[in-house]
């Protein structure tokens, strides 16, 4: 009986060890995992809609290498060498930075002052063209899906400037007088809307201002390249 006796204390010991144990360890998850918030569940969800967009970003910048890599091939293959290619692609950067001439189908707008007299007590400011006249333009014919543009023969990029100089206009350093003239290529009809159209800026300053606004479009007009140097003194490869 003693011997039964020592093997049940020895199971009772046992069980409660091992409840111990247990106790010990749900404490232990318990700390471990917090109460889940519902601002902790939208800030999750986000991160992985923003995971998700970056593997798309990801795949797609795959698909476009392996693309290249294709042509790559299929030049190799064909004659030999990817120097066609690579001046392919010299070319299109050359086009995109501005720094060749371009053709193509496009529009030539032309602004000038009004001739019209100046009403009693309007502001003379009303019938010149300026700055912003010309900007506005041109952001309406970018909107319109124009892809290269100049005015008085200045290629525009990110960094050209235009600001009046009393009657004349400053463009890349340049100064010029009436006419000014803007050249775009890109699609016509579109861009034609972009001057006519009854809500467009163009339609507002010939019609309420009587500004001198004439357009002609072109299956071959060139915009010229890009008259200056650029140098990047702050622009720095990201990390």
Known sequence: MSGNKTKINMLVFMTFLLGIILVLQIKSVSSTHG???LKSIQEIEKQIEVE??????????????????????DELD??????????EQKLMMAKISGSTDIQGRGIVVEIRD????????????????????????INDLK?????????NGQRLLFMSEIRCSG???TINGKTFGQPF????????????????????YAYLLKSVYGIGIDFFTEESLTIPKYSKTINFKYLKEAQ
């Open 35 to 37: 109460l889940v918030t």
């Open 52 to 73: 998700k967009n970056e593997i798309i970003n990801l795949n797609n910048l795959i698909k476009q290498k392996e693309d290249e890599y294709k042509r790559y091939e």
């Open 78 to 87: 064909n004659s030999g060498s990817i120097v066609p290619v690579l001046q």
């Open 114 to 137: 009004s001739d019209r007299e100046i009403k009693d007590g309007e502001n003379p400011n009303n019938i010149i063209v300026h700055d912003q006249d010309v900007l506005h333009i």
């Open 143 to 151: 909107l319109a899906g124009a892809e290269a543009l100049s005015v």
């Open 167 to 169: 009657p004349t206009i």
């Open 181 to 200: 003239v803007i050249a775009a290529t890109g699609p016509l009809d579109e861009m034609k809307q972009a001057i006519t159209a009854p809500d467009s």
